[in-house]
């Protein structure tokens, strides 16, 4: 009987996260730029690291982006990474927020592009969170759902 209740467990929680799909990242983040006068900066976002997907798969990304503040304090993130698997298919990420998540670290993103075996993703929408250390290395995460 507990073997039963077992095997219907793991059916239901499988079932229940079949249109859901999470990636977790670490690496680190090489962030320059210029900040101004009036206390506005531009600010380049380079990093690259190691990810692994609740699907079993991982693999090598690699980002590239801008980090803004403007004068009246308003911040943007507007991120591309591009996540390479061990099978060398790909997909990229758009990876975004605004001042509203700054102090969170969480924002949104999207998968714009795909190779083939990724196609299923193309379009899909996920939130997303990450940590920084004072080295700039990080943990992120996004869950998608679709």
Do not use: P
């Not at 690259?48 to 980002?63: I, P, Q, R, V, Y």
């Not at 990474?81 to 509203?100: H, N, W």
């Amino acid at each position: 009987m507990q073997k039963l209740i077992l095997i219907l467990a793991v059916i239901f929680v499988s079932c229940g996260n079949a249109n859901e799909i999470t990636f977790e990242g670490t690496g680190k983040a090489d962030i320059n730029g210029y900040t101004f006068n009036d206390n506005s900066s531009y600010k380049l976002y380079k990093s690259n690291g190691h990810w692994k997907s609740s699907a079993g798969e991982f693999g090598l990304h690699t980002c590239l982006g801008t980090v803004t503040t403007s004068k009246n304090n308003k911040n943007g993130f507007n991120v591309y990474c591009r996540y390479v698997s061990q099978e060398d298919d790909y997909f990229t990420m758009k990876i975004y927020r605004d001042s509203e998540y700054k102090e969170s670290g969480a924002g949104k993103a999207k998968i714009i592009e795909t190779s083939e075996n990724y196609s299923y993703l193309l379009g899909v929408e996920c939130s997303h969170a990450v940590t920084y250390l004072k080295s700039f290395d990080y943990f992120a995460m996004q869950k998608c759902k679709f």
